[in-house]
């Protein structure tokens, strides 16, 4: 069975400053791995996602996320946090060779941007 | 259409009413999945389509809720006799292959 934690249920960081969201999955089969995040009152928009192809995965809006097995991560980070970027963020799973299998989501991490 | 669409945005029921939540997802998509969120809480899968048939329904809480769909357009998801830990955002995603779009969700709120 395939998993997700997410380290830190809130996060907050000064505005200009790194962001760091921390994943770990775990999974007994090579995984897709993605990033979405959530704005108030919205649905789930994909940031970025892992498919075996780059280690290293770059997303919309700055954001950019390391797939480490070794490590079994998959920590989503951003050189200078805006405003706009307080959000919900969720790490997801995926069964690479299992076809549409559903996505195994973490419970989230709040982001909040400080001025 | 141009994205997954969800109605109604928001429903509120008094407790013991039957309640059916809509999901359009985009044209051509094959896959559909329903997550539900609590107030606070990660996404919790429900039920997931291929086509018409719903080769896992796994995440279904009780006997209470049920889903369908007709071919590979739009579903539905129903839920007998609400209760109020009912209460959530209930999130349709549809897919081709891995990578979901998310509709906006239907906040469902049991009094």
């Known amino acids: 069975a395939q998993s997700v934690t997410q380290l830190g249920s809130h996060v907050s960081v000064s505005e200009g400053a790194l962001v760091l969201l921390r994943c770990n999955y775990s999974s007994s089969v090579p995984p897709y791995l993605f990033w979405y995040v959530q704005y108030p009152n919205q649905g789930l928009q994909l940031l970025l996602k892992y498919t075996s192809t780059a280690t290293l995965v770059k997303g919309i809006n700055g954001f950019e996320a390391e797939f480490k097995k070794s490590e079994t991560s998959f920590h989503l980070t951003k050189p200078s946090a805006h405003m706009s970027d307080a959000a919900e963020y969720f790490c997801a799973v995926s069964d690479r060779d299992s076809g549409n299998t559903p996505l195994v989501f973490g419970k989230g991490t709040r982001l909040s941007v400080i001025a | 259409g141009a994205g997954v669409s969800q109605s109604p945005s928001n429903k509120v029921t008094e407790k013991g009413k039957d309640v059916e939540l809509r999901c359009d997802p985009i044209s051509g998509h094959t896959a559909l999945y329903w997550y539900r969120q609590r107030l606070g809480q990660g996404l919790e899968f429900l039920i997931y389509?291929?086509?018409?048939?719903?080769?896992?329904k796994s995440g279904l809480p009780s006997d209470r809720f049920s889903a369908e769909r007709t071919g590979e357009s739009v579903s539905t998801l129903t839920i007998q006799r609400t209760q109020q830990e009912d209460s959530a955002v209930y999130l349709c995603?549809?897919?081709?292959?891995?990578?979901?779009?998310f509709g906006s969700g239907t906040r469902l709120t049991v009094v």
């Open positions: 995603a549809s897919s081709p292959a891995r990578g979901y779009t």
């Open positions: 389509f291929q086509g018409n048939s719903a080769p896992d």
